[in-house]
């Protein structure tokens, strides 16, 4: 095995060398170009840097390869294997990934693993470890490193492609997680994992003392959300990363965008064995693992019902473990936007349009409850509606294009489908309550939902008169947003009742002029949430800027986003994020959804020298 880059060291940083390597064809070549932005690991490595988005303009060179990767990959029904050692398991292929926009439209067919699959990935993982485990970290990284530049050039268009049809994102929301993210984890992971063999312990006249990073004695169960397609590169390769071996269940309905990724990784040159990739029941594919005496660490992403029955089966089988296994999970929400009677109105309608429906809702963070002083709730409602008005709901499929009778993909839409049958009914549920008047429930702005073609929910908007309502309280996952608007005089007892309202604590907002209120707010909600925002919206965090994880029943421990958990023995604890900065403001260009720099006031007065300089 070669490998096409390498890191040396030198004055205390890393840079890159080329390596002998046979001749390639054009073809070859061309797959080699490390990335369509610009930016490399061999740069990233010199300064660390997020990878720049693509704006995918019309007529431009990535958006016409876009296009043509839709078409390519809508025109096909792909076959996902089970990976097992060097073995591709197709077993019937009976069940099928179909576009969330259009249900009948079968994207790939793909096999759940059986019990025996299962032990046997187990047993290919361990022996996989006893190699892989003892190669050194800069060469783990090195693959790791490769990975990221093959996501940024040869693979970009494959993954957003993917993400798009299969879980029913737009081109914006696709290219920042599906190519940008996961890039970011891929370096940043990289980047942390080296830094920790700098530290040195403290040795003396009498003793030499020194610190070895070593994986984990077994093998990690890396369980991924249909969501976020990074999430689930990141869940299998971080562990990877630092010597482990994982074996890697995908959501039912990300199956074929988890699955390019790892062929990512294997292009890269990370051996057969390290990553199995199982698609399984996931009742199955739980008492599995939890039943195995060498689980090592869980990796988790999903709900908190999931992370809980998973944290039983741990206990119950304690007496089974070679060692102690790890419980890392980030879990579900009910994340707010509280709004002060100070605030920035434009600031909360353009943050809370974009939180509560980008991607149909269905990011973690996604602001689905909303505290509004009556004082100011006419304007704010008027400005959300004059937004909602340009949100477009479409369908991710093929529209005939006037200009050259070609197929093309609607680069307009801001949401589409929600993922899936399960996903709709629940949302319909909660749509039926509101339109029951229960609760002092009234719909304002959408409500309506459609099943014929696709998995449609309208963005919803509804208000009501009490703040314990199920509709203020349960997590729903689909472009709803609750709220309750309350009396000016009530707002310290109103924001008080806040973080036990519900039993999550991911993300939250708090909107404010008023710099009192702010410092005030930070303290109350100090255990609220693992991520709060200050005058900004509730989702968006990027790696290598913001921790991002739960509090409460929202999860334990962070990700890549700042922290080092890369290495899952050594996790870091819960923390509060605060953050304070300019505001973005959407705009609709006829293409697609892009985002143009927004000051408010107040952060103007209060930032003279970003006003300064910018």
Known sequence: MFFSIHLVWHQNHFYFQKCSQPERSPQAEMDCVPSRSGLTSEQFMRKMQNEPILEYKKGSAERVALDAELKKMAATVHEVPLRIGDKKIKNKLERNQVMPSDHKHVLAKYTHA?????????????????????????????????????????????????????????IIQAEIDAACELIDFFRFNAKFALDLEHYEPISTDVSTNQMSLRGMEGFVAAIAPFNFTAIGGNLASAPALMGNVSLWKPSDTAVLSNYIIYEILEDAGIPSGVLSF???????FGDVICASPHLAAVNFTGSVKTFKTIWRNVADNLDKYVTFPKLIGECGGKNFHFVHPSAHLDSVATGTVRSAWEYSGQKCSACSRMYVPASIWPQLKEKIAAIHKDVKLGDIEFINSEANSVQVRDGSIFLSAVIDGTSFNRCKSYLDHAKSGKDGAEVVLGGGCDESKGYFVQPTLITVKDPKSKLMTEEIFGPIITVYVYEDDKVDEVLSSVKDATPFGLTGAVFAQDLKFIEKAREVLRDAVGNLYLNDKSTGSIVGQQPFGGARMSGKEKDARTTRRAVLTTVSSGCLLRRLRRRRNPSWDGDIHRWNEYRTPFYDAHHPEIVATA
Do not use: F
């Open 114 to 170: 059986t019990k025996d699959q299962i032990n046997e990935a187990i047993e290919v993982a361990l022996i996989a470890r006893q190699k892989w485990e003892r190669v050194p970290l800069k060469k783990r990284a090195d693959i790791v490193l490769h990975a990221a530049d093959l996501c940024g050039g040869k693979y970009r268009m494959q993954l957003n492609a993917s993400t798009m049809l299969g879980q029913g994102k737009n």
């Open 278 to 284: 199982l698609p399984s029941d996931g009742p199955v």
